[in-house]
């Protein structure tokens, strides 16, 4: 079983919709990223979270500590917020706190 | 504020050739972080340096690559008699402490003729 898992695997919703994604993990951790990896593109960090909620525009992050539960939540969505969205925990292990543990990603597709 | 920097964007070479890859991290960034990304898998983590230093290579293999971040200049992952499982997307990021959040490159798309 990894580590981090991701669900669904792929998500496929009409403009508009509410859109949520989620991320369990087994370990203990110091922070959970999430990431958007376009097709063929780069990675750009959307939220560093530790606790509580976060919110950037659409998007709002959630963490339940206790749970090992995160979700990334997207209001209104676009054609543009199609991507994958990956989940990358930061573990708390014996002095290796700065390695990212990752889940495989949900692709996300908005279709007009 | 330029991000991190990755070069070249696509790298193809054939089997036994070398491959060398750049990263250049953001300004004040002194922290290193490689990712491999192989085809339908997700991101794994390969090394981890600071300025001249490997702190952690735990996931990278033990042969044919190495990494280095000089103390003037861009880290360089180098694979050495690259093979066809090598293809995969390779990702940089950096950060300013090992605490602070890492900001990742566009990544260099390797292909293995």
């Known amino acids: 079983k990894n580590e981090v898992e991701q669900s669904p695997q792929n998500l496929t919703a009409q403009e508009g919709e509410f859109i949520t994604i989620n991320c369990s993990y087994s370990?203990?951790?110091?922070?959970l990223h999430w990431l958007q990896q376009h097709p063929g593109g780069g990675i750009v960090s959307l939220f560093m979270l530790s606790s509580g909620k976060k919110k950037h525009g659409r998007l709002i992050a959630t963490i339940n500590i206790q749970e090992k539960h995160s979700s990334l939540h997207i209001t209104a969505s676009h054609p543009r917020d199609s991507a994958v969205y990956i989940c990358a925990v930061k573990r708390v292990s014996g002095g290796s706190n700065y390695k990212l543990t990752f889940g495989k990603g949900t692709l996300l597709t908005v279709n007009p | 504020n330029a991000g991190v920097m990755q070069n070249p964007r696509h790298l193809v070479r054939r089997r036994g050739q070398e491959a060398r890859l750049r990263c250049s991290p953001m300004?004040?960034?002194?922290?290193v972080y490689w990712y491999r990304q192989l085809p339908e898998e997700g991101l794994k983590f390969m090394v981890y340096l600071q300025k001249e230093n490997i702190i952690d290579e735990s996931g990278m293999p033990k042969e044919r690559f190495s990494a280095e971040f000089p103390k003037e200049g861009p880290s360089i992952l180098r694979i050495q008699q690259v093979v066809r499982g090598d293809s995969a997307a390779y990702f940089c990021a950096s950060s300013r402490t090992n605490n602070q959040p890492q900001h990742f490159g566009d990544g260099t798309r390797l292909s293995i003729l």
């Open positions: 300004k004040g960034h002194s922290h």
């Open positions: 370990v203990g951790i110091s922070a």
